[in-house]
């Protein structure tokens, strides 16, 4: 039987950092992954260029059900220390909206960094390795792998949620919490498109492609951002931020005119502008097809109603939705949900009941806006358990 000192189950941005981390401590780690890939992730996100964390990355900007948990990690690593590691390795990158940092390369640069800082420190990497069984052993736990079995005294579980199982993704992490005792809570896709009704959809259908910004709410939360109108219901960054917090059978509301009164425009118009049909004057805040749609063949301004250039602004500046669902974990960024924080020691990560084992990353039940947000989690997350391990 292998023996090894850390054993990392996930060879994803949090588990590769935690192994590179606990490698430099001298540790003897071995990370396993099913995958024949690592950092399959890190590979497809920010459009193939990895938006690696968020200048902004704050408590507040992650959604758990105890939103404290993060602090601790968060706060010893930050997005200026992900960045030092980067440019270390020459990886250059470059500032978006909204502080979302990306790699002015492909993001298999970061994959291959991290690859190399664990060959570098001594760490091993399998791929193409399922972990068939974990039991408790003397001095730590043993695993069964297709070639053998292993021991190690440490073990980090990284594995992430059910988001995109065309990747690989599974439950495995949630599994393992729950065969050593820990709780999790329920789990549901997080930066996900919404799906609509069969006939809001058909309504919709000529809107396929236009894009508007838009203030989006759902209940207390609300995010000013782009929504993008499609073949199956609504997306756009507005849309996924959203999709987080909403809940099935809730509904979302839209302003695609956020911060103008379109109630007091139209009739300001209809005196000023008397000819001007009621598209046109939507036109003037909002793409020419949405437009044309919420107007519905209204006519002349001026034989509009107060009623009805009230329902017309409505449709614009309070448009109520109840989506039909999601796109689900096929199409989710993030998985919301996971191991329960309150069974985790917020520094290291580690199981309070269990001694010696670990969850990072996505699995845990702390999910970050869009933007990089959970990138940085993954980096951070994976750090402080690779100075416990």
């Known amino acids: 039987m292998e023996q090894f000192e850390v054993v990392v189950i996930g060879a994803g941005a949090a588990g590769m950092m935690c192994a590179v981390e606990a490698a430099k401590r001298g540790r003897?780690?071995?990370?396993?992954?099913?995958?024949?890939?690592?950092?399959?992730k890190i590979r497809i996100s920010g459009g193939g260029r990895c938006n690696f964390t968020n200048l902004g990355a704050a408590p507040a900007s992650f959604i758990s059900g105890n939103p404290r948990f993060c602090i601790s990690a968060l706060s010893r690593y930050r997005p200026a220390d992900i960045i030092a590691l980067l440019e270390r390795h020459g990886v250059a990158w470059h500032e978006k909206t909204l502080g979302q940092l990306f790699c002015d390369g492909s993001a298999t640069q970061v994959v291959e960094l991290l690859k190399a800082e664990l060959a570098r420190r001594g760490a091993e990497l399998r791929l193409a390795t399922p972990v068939r069984r974990i039991e408790r052993a003397t001095g730590g736990f043993q695993l069964w792998l297709d070639g053998g079995e292993v021991a190690c005294a440490s073990l980090v579980i990284a594995t992430g949620g059910k988001s995109i199982p065309k990747m690989g993704a599974t439950g495995f992490g949630y599994e393992v919490a729950e065969?050593?005792?820990?709780?999790?809570?329920p789990t549901r896709p997080g930066l996900v498109p919404f799906t609509l009704?069969?006939?809001?959809?058909e309504r919709l259908k000529p809107l396929a492609g236009v894009a508007v910004h838009a203030r989006v709410a759902s209940g207390k939360t609300r995010f000013d951002e782009a929504m993008l109108f499609t073949h199956r219901g609504l997306s756009g960054p507005a849309m996924l931020q959203i999709s987080s917090y909403w809940r099935a059978g809730g509904e979302i509301e839209m302003d695609m005119a956020p911060g103008a009164d379109l109630f007091e425009t139209l009739r300001r118009d209809r005196t000023a502008h008397p000819r001007q049909s009621v598209a046109t004057v939507l036109a003037e805040h909002l793409p020419k097809r949405l437009a044309q749609l919420i107007a519905d063949d209204g006519g002349n301004i001026a034989d509009a109603s107060d009623k009805r250039l009230r329902g017309v602004a409505a449709a614009v500046n309070a448009w109520r939705v109840k989506p039909a669902g999601t796109e689900g974990y096929r199409t989710a960024e993030v998985t919301v949900g996971g191991v329960d924080t309150r069974g985790l020691d917020?520094?290291?990560?580690?199981?309070?009941?269990?001694?010696g084992l670990y969850f990072i990353g996505e699995v845990v039940d702390v999910t970050g806006w869009l933007g990089g947000y959970n990138f940085q989690w993954a980096w951070a997350s994976g750090w402080c358990a690779g100075q416990a391990v």
């Not at 917020?346 to 001694?355: D, F, W």
Request: proline share 6%; no cysteine.
């Open 346 to 355: 917020s520094r290291t990560l580690e199981a309070k009941a269990v001694p």
């Open 28 to 40: 003897r780690v071995l990370v396993l992954d099913h995958a024949r890939a690592a950092g399959e």
């Open 179 to 185: 065969r050593f005792g820990l709780a999790v809570v």
């Open 197 to 201: 009704e069969p006939a809001l959809l």
